[in-house]
């Protein structure tokens, strides 16, 4: 029943591994997120996506790689693993559509910790 | 970019009293201030918004002050309860969702 599921819950792994993060919504939304947030609890946007289509993309490494296969879900694929990349890692998502102005919040997933040794 | 300040980082409180936190932004253009609360090991869940076109907004015993001019919203936590401590942050927008920068967040403790 959970609205933004996200798999795994917990992640550890090796420097220059590559892993995937997986995020699902059954909330009918347009629009999904990636958020970091680091060991000081700050939250960052990394990457946004408007039924499939890319609309925001912070400064990230290009090691980070979203893919949305349809609008009710979106991955992260992370390549070459770096002990930096340890953080909690949320997916959202809200009713927003790329041309109007609507009333949605984020929603966000239970979040992935990933730890990168 | 939107730069969201917010204060304090850390805020302790006697269960029962009254909790403030302050943010202030930096783009004119922002029209959306949404708070999240964030228990421990838990997701951020949203616990209260205002839009730029009003100035208060209250829902049981959180409120949200929000002054244009000067660009900055607070949140107002009355009579304090222990299930009131989390990590809370502000936000901004210029729509609702769409790249929301958030404040730093306030570890907020209430001690019974």
């Known amino acids: 029943d959970t609205a933004v599921s996200q798999t795994p819950k917990y992640l550890v792994t090796q420097m220059g591994n590559d892993k995937s993060i997986k995020c699902e919504q059954n909330?009918?939304?347009?629009?999904m997120y990636w958020y970091k947030q680091d060991s000081k609890k700050f939250l960052k946007i990394m990457f946004s996506y408007n039924n499939k289509e890319l609309i925001i993309n912070e400064t990230v490494p290009n090691r980070f790689s979203p893919k949305s296969p349809d609008k009710a879900h979106l991955n992260l694929h992370i390549n070459s693993l770096e002990l930096g990349d340890s953080a909690v890692y949320f997916c959202?998502?809200?009713?927003?559509?790329?041309?109007?102005?609507?009333?949605?919040?984020?929603?966000f997933g239970n979040g992935t910790r990933l730890t990168v040794t | 970019g939107e730069n969201v300040e917010q204060h304090p980082s850390t805020l302790s409180v006697q269960e029962g009293d009254s909790a403030v936190i302050k943010c202030t932004y930096s783009d004119s253009a922002s029209n959306y201030f949404p708070w999240y609360k964030q228990e421990l090991g838990k997701r951020p869940q949203l616990i209260i918004d205002i839009r730029s076109n009003v100035g208060e907004k209250k829902d049981q015993r959180i409120a949200v002050t929000l002054n244009k001019t000067a660009k900055h919203f607070s949140l107002h936590i009355t009579e304090t309860q222990p299930e009131d401590s989390a990590v809370y942050f502000c936000a901004a927008s210029k729509r609702a969702g769409y790249k929301l920068s958030f404040g730093a967040g306030t570890t907020v403790t209430v001690r019974a």
């Open positions: 909330l009918g939304h347009d629009t």
């Open positions: 959202a998502s809200s009713q927003d559509s790329a041309t109007g102005i609507l009333n949605s919040p984020l929603h």
